[in-house]
């Protein structure tokens, strides 16, 4: 193995300061200061520093530089004038290694400063090596990113186009392309921040892109829209507040990489999926507002958002990261270790381990990657305030090597964690590797996106027959996944899409997808939507087409409301937003995926019906319990809190269970005593009755149960938007349940 050397940088008119510097970097030690900062002419002293904490750190006297690296054997601390610079201004050799992690102190270091790392080591791509000096690198631990990347091919360590592919070496130097980090002063006025802490089984989740939720309304000031502070404008926050929900997830805000083959084709990675920092928030909704930097835009974003009573999610995503394959550019983690970041495989260590389809995994089975994830947590947590996390492809991070491991040391640590055990932890329980489908399977604290109830909530309503079983236990918290490991109906964060597929008005409008705008030839995302259109593929002018169109949707939306988990709303949904059948609109940074706030009378009317349904949820406990119906009966010896009927009233049968065509079906959810509340006082709730029809056909008469006491069912919700219908029937009165529709009824005792 051999380790390549520098080639040294020089300017044009180098001073004999950095002339010294450049020539012999033995001059430099940290007992005896020998450089300039790049802000001025002043000597300056280099410290030993300290290895922990990792990343650049600003005491309030001077920064602390870490870096960790198991298999270098030089780094170079490389300070920068401005973002305009093509090269470093210094190069600040790292004389200190304390298990394993580089460092130094610099005591006339301030915020603001600019920096990158050079890392020599050997180029032994054969055996998992690939440092290079010639490309600068950004710090892992970076808290804010001053500077994004230019695609050139000085980014990547080998000389693309060469015959020997990525073992060859390329020595171009990639300063003037490369990401700078800069130092944060993280001082902020959090006043009386405190988190919402709302119970999870009362939260309302609402996932949607800072971009994209901001960009087009008119009522934010140009300046802000699609950023943080777009975010944090009066407008947004007043609309979150009046529809209901209790939590933003927020499309990944990490700072990410977009590809150079949609730069390529003027595309952008609009969802975010390909994060470098994981520290920084993404510099991509920094707004135009000087006054304020990059991290305290989003710590305003997040405290507006906590006066407001609404959490912040974040979705993360530390199954991989930008750089790649084997063949993608050297921008961090690889050139810093690659054999110690990523997971390598055993036989052949030149390429990398995939499960998440993007080229490389994290090796979780370094104490030191497991300590980056760890500290990227926390420190969103503890010092940017987020209130939990969603896990982009969550199996992976439970590979101990290659099969998943529910009891891998990722949990472990996050179970005993006294700050991580106590956010909101969501898993998206899949990968794309073998074994990855993990629904059902993660530990107790754990929340998951459930697949299961999206897919069969889109064939119940879709009108498949079959489902009606599963259907009922997915609308009662998918007891069959959670109850066996103490979990709750929390556990499942019901949805029935997201930003990955159709939009709630595609999956009634498109049986196929249409994905031409990507540029891929309609073959990119998947071809299994689960969806129906109606009769007519995309608009229509058919009145009837259109309104069992919109009659589905409010179907699928009251459902994702009146089942027992924690409802998950994807941004525009709301007001019916089309992106055209479009399934994959990751590469889309434009009006096909932002939300567009100059809605229609049908938009309009929607979005009402749809705020009316988190209100009646929000008012109703029997649709938020905290236990699933079967496991305590609160109400007294005998007492069923559930009771399913088939359309004539009688309690269903195994039989009704058991017919493959059934696909009507109504439930009675028993009010009166639900619960206690954190005081310990009883809370009570009403008694609901609430019937399914996902047939097509002629609208299905069906039967008010018989009860014991004096009383009517009155009429709370209708998705069939029909003003024929009575507001209130007696035991044995017949409801005329129109197709592809629900009803909801309240039970009203009336006074003796």
């Known amino acids: 193995m051999k380790e390549i050397s520098q080639k040294q940088n020089r300017q ?5 300061l950095l002339r010294t510097l450049n020539n012999d970097s033995r001059h430099l030690s940290p007992r005896q200061p020998a450089w300039a900062l790049a802000s001025g002419s002043d000597a300056v002293r280099i410290w030993p520093g300290k290895p922990y904490p990792l990343g650049a750190t600003w005491d309030g006297k001077g920064v602390n530089f870490a870096v960790y690296s198991e298999h270098a054997t030089r780094i170079e601390l490389c300070l920068f004038h401005s973002v305009e610079d093509q090269t470093e201004t210094v190069r600040i050799p790292l004389e200190e290694r304390t298990h394993q992690v580089w460092h130094a102190y610099l005591p006339d270091a301030l915020p603001g400063q600019l920096y990158g790392y050079r890392v020599h080591g050997p180029y032994e791509p054969l055996q998992g090596h690939r440092f290079n000096p010639h490309k600068l690198l950004l710090d892992p631990y970076a808290k804010s990113i001053a500077r994004n990347l230019t695609w050139d091919d000085a980014l990547f360590g080998y000389h693309i186009g060469h015959q020997d592919q990525d073992l060859s070496f390329d020595d171009r130097d990639s300063a003037a392309y490369a990401p700078l980090a800069m130092v944060v002063d993280p001082a902020f006025t959090w006043g009386n921040d405190r988190p919402p802490n709302v119970p999870l089984h009362q939260t309302i989740l609402y996932e949607m892109h800072v971009k994209g939720f901001t960009q087009l309304n008119p009522y934010i000031p140009e300046e802000i829209r699609g950023t943080y502070m777009g975010v944090a404008s009066e407008s947004a926050i007043r609309y979150l507040q009046k529809l209901g929900v209790t939590a933003v997830e927020l499309l990944p805000v990490h700072f990410h ?7 390529d084709r003027n595309q952008v990675n609009y969802w975010g999926y390909n994060t470098l920092g994981y520290f920084s928030p993404d510099p991509a909704y920094k707004s135009r507002i000087q006054a304020l930097d990059l991290v305290q835009e989003f710590k305003t974003m997040v405290c507006s958002l906590h006066a407001a009573g609404i959490e912040v999610i974040l979705d993360v995503v530390y199954n991989h990261t930008a750089e790649g394959n084997h063949l993608g550019p050297t921008l961090s983690f690889r050139g810093i270790d690659n054999a110690a970041y990523y997971k390598l495989s055993p036989e052949d260590p030149r390429y990398c381990m995939d499960f998440s389809g993007c080229g490389n995994s994290f090796n979780l089975r370094n104490p030191r990657v497991l300590q980056l994830i760890m500290d990227s947590l926390r420190y969103w947590v503890m010092e940017m305030h987020v209130d939990g996390f969603r896990f982009d492809l969550a199996s992976s991070l439970a590979r101990e090597l290659m099969h998943v491991d529910r009891l891998g040391a990722f949990f472990d640590i996050i179970h005993q964690d006294p700050v991580l055990s106590q956010v909101k932890l969501i898993a998206e329980p899949w990968d794309l590797g073998e074994g990855g489908y993990q629904v059902g399977n993660f530990p107790v604290l754990w929340s998951e996106w459930n697949g299961l109830y999206r897919d069969c909530v889109r064939h119940f309503w879709k009108g498949d027959g079959g489902f009606i079983a599963e259907f009922a236990t997915r609308l009662c918290g998918s007891s069959d996944l959670y109850q066996w490991d103490g979990r709750r109906p929390a556990a ?15 999956l009634v409008s498109y049986d196929g997808k249409h994905n031409e705008d990507n540029g891929d030839d309609n073959t990119d995302g998947p071809d299994d939507n689960i969806s129906w259109n109606c009769g007519v593929e995309g608009p229509t002018d058919n009145p009837d087409i259109a309104e069992l169109r919109n009659r589905k949707i409010r179907s699928l939306l009251a459902t994702l409301l009146l089942s027992q988990g924690v ?31 100059d809605l229609s009378d049908e938009q309009q009317q929607l979005l009402t019906f749809v705020q009316r349904l988190i209100e009646f949820r929000k008012g109703q406990p029997v649709l938020c319990c905290r236990r699933f119906f079967h496991d305590e009966v609160l109400k007294g010896e005998g007492a069923s809190q559930i009771i399913w009927v ?11 269970w058991a017919t493959a065509h059934a696909r009507c079906l109504g439930v009675v959810l028993k009010g009166g005593r639900i619960d206690v509340n954190e005081q310990g006082e009883d809370v009570y709730g009403d008694t609901l009755l609430i019937m399914f029809n996902a047939d097509h056909g002629e609208p299905i008469p069906f039967t008010f149960p018989a009860s014991a006491t004096g009383g009517r069912w009155e009429l709370q919700i209708d998705t069939s938007n029909s003003d024929e219908h009575r507001v209130d029937y007696r035991p044995g009165d017949s409801h005329p349940l129109v197709s592809a529709s629900l009803a909801v009824f309240r039970w009203r005792v009336e006074e003796q």
Not at 257 to 263: E, F, G, N, T, W
Not at 576 to 597: A, H, I, S, V
Not at 646 to 656: F, H, L, R, V, Y
């Open 12 to 16: 044009s008119k180098p001073s004999t």
């Open 257 to 263: 990489v977009d590809d150079r083959y949609l730069i």
């Open 492 to 506: 499942s964060i019901n949805f029935i899409t997201a930003h990955d597929g159709f939009t709630v008005r595609d």
């Open 567 to 597: 409802p998950m709303i994807l941004s525009g949904d709301e007001v019916g937003k089309t992106k055209r059948g479009n399934n994959n609109t990751y590469c889309q940074d434009n009006e096909l995926t932002w939300f567009n706030w």
């Open 646 to 656: 088939n359309n004539d009233g009688t309690e269903m049968t195994d039989q009704a």
